[in-house]
């Protein structure tokens, strides 16, 4: 490769003619400024390597009018130096297959195409890119870039149209900047991305392999906005704070470690559906339609606050989902039970502790016959052991005066089957005659409160098919 210096590059920029250099080694001395008005409109470089000092191209003429028409295509290139384009106007900037772009500052007026495109197999050994405060009118497109080193910046940007595809990304941050049409961020791998204080038409963050935390922040989705198909459920992270969502949004098909969306507002349909979490946190955040959960599955659900279940079971009820609105009361009355313990610990005065208690001893009861309403099986149960419990103790006792002999079975198991009468008050061992041994009532009286309860729990599990 032959090797040129700062003033042999400005010097093939400046061509009359358009010239396309081929394996040159550009080694910059000294900080090189590059006014684009005596460059020729279009250059291409192949195979180059650009090496030393910072160059920046610029536009020296304070006054003049930029138009669009300048176009630099920098093909197989590596830049070991910084580059940077400010205050000035391109028709095209376009790298395709760099194999090391260690800093590119891009803060153009005007910019029509930006586009940084590798072939799948190329491995780049950095990639750094900032966009300050620039307006690209027609298209960003970034794909393909392979590596274990970039950082993405967009600050105070004016987009159109955004691509950002298949590539490996360690940082992106995107703040205080508009896309006008479509922001497409597809089938990337990516380890964290802050994207805050922005507006989004149309909103694509779908098919991604997330090894990091991608955070929301302040965000206005004004059109249609997916954040389907995404993965990792070791790492993975959406956190979603302050954000408008004016249109239909997707979460669909996903499976993460996380999710938490607070203080947000969803004002069309939101989709939940076919949603695997590990960590799932809801606070504070309006949907003015009913948002679809169907098939949404918490692994760590006893790592949600009761906030969070408490809006998913509200959200339930809405959408007249009585299954999953059973199963997430059941977790809220769980939840409640852990709280009510730990009030009661650091209570204060008797009064307020009298009540959390006998809150507690509510929910402890409904947790013993049916896991609070949802467990039919287990209320059948406990409601025929406690039956019987309380059944073998009076009849043991009505009969200690007596001897007892296999006649009695035939009058013992009458008896039992008598005593789930609940609002029979006879003597089950004898026809229609009250209990007169008095201290056979307290197991007698016991005994029907515990099938009352058991009944009740019963019918409560079954209510979890009906509306």
Not at 108 to 119: A, D, G, M, T, V
Not at 153 to 175: A, M, P, Q, T
Not at 187 to 199: G, H, P, W
Not at 274 to 290: G, P, Q, S, V
Request: include cysteine.
């Amino acid at each position: 490769m032959n090797a040129l210096d700062g003033n042999d590059l400005l010097n093939s920029l400046t061509s009359t003619t358009y010239i396309e250099f081929k394996d040159y080694i550009f080694d910059i001395r000294t900080p090189l400024n590059i006014d684009i008005n005596k460059i020729t409109l279009k250059n291409t470089y192949k195979n180059c390597i650009f090496t030393g000092d910072r160059i920046d191209f610029l536009n020296l003429k304070i006054d003049d009018i930029e138009k669009e028409s300048h176009i630099l295509i920098f093909e197989n290139c590596e830049f070991n130096n910084e580059i940077y384009f400010k205050d000035c106007s391109f028709q095209e900037i376009t790298f395709r297959n760099s194999l090391n772009i260690e800093k590119i500052h891009i803060a153009c007026k005007k910019l029509s195409y930006l586009i940084l495109n590798n072939e799948e197999k190329i491995e780049c050994k950095n990639f750094n890119l900032t966009l300050h405060n620039i307006n690209i009118s027609k298209e960003l497109t970034i794909r393909n870039i392979k590596t274990e080193n970039s950082y993405l910046d967009f600050l105070r940007c004016e987009f159109n149209n955004v691509e950002i595809f298949n590539n490996n990304l360690k940082r992106i941050d995107i703040s205080n900047s508009t896309c006008k049409k479509t922001f497409d961020f597809n089938k990337n791998e990516i380890s964290d991305s802050y994207i805050k204080d922005n507006n989004f038409f149309k909103f694509s963050f779908t098919r991604n392999d997330l090894n990091g935390e991608s955070n929301f922040r302040n965000n206005d989705f004004i059109g249609t906005t997916l954040f389907e198909k995404n993965k990792n459920d070791i790492r993975g992270k959406i956190i979603i704070t302050s954000c408008n969502f004016e249109k239909y949004t997707y979460f669909s098909n996903s499976n993460l470690y996380e999710l938490k969306i607070d203080t947000s507002k969803f004002l069309e349909t939101t989709s939940f559906q076919d949603f695997k979490i590990d960590i799932f946190n809801l606070d504070r955040t309006i949907f003015e339609k009913t948002p679809f959960f169907d098939d949404f599955s918490i692994e760590k659900i006893d790592r949600c606050t009761h906030r969070t279940i408490r809006n998913l079971k509200q959200q339930l009820l809405r959408a007249d989902n009585s299954i999953d609105y059973n199963f997430y009361r059941a977790i809220e009355h769980r939840q409640y039970k852990i709280y009510l313990k730990d009030r009661i610990k650091k209570s204060k005065t008797k009064t307020e502790k009298k009540r959390l208690k006998r809150d507690l001893t509510i929910l402890r009861i409904n947790d013993f016959y049916s896991d609070n309403g949802v467990n039919w099986v287990k209320a059948i149960i406990q409601t025929l052991l406690l039956a019987s419990i309380f059944y073998i103790l009076f009849f043991i006792v009505y009969n200690l005066e007596n001897d007892f002999d296999l006649q009695k079975i035939n009058e013992f198991l009458i008896g039992y089957f008598r005593f789930f009468l609940v609002t029979d008050y006879y003597n089950p061992l004898e026809d229609r005659k009250y209990i007169d041994i008095w201290y056979a009532w307290p197991f007698f009286i016991i005994g029907k409160i515990a099938i009352g309860i058991g009944i009740f729990e019963i019918i409560n599990s079954f209510r979890k098919f009906k509306k």
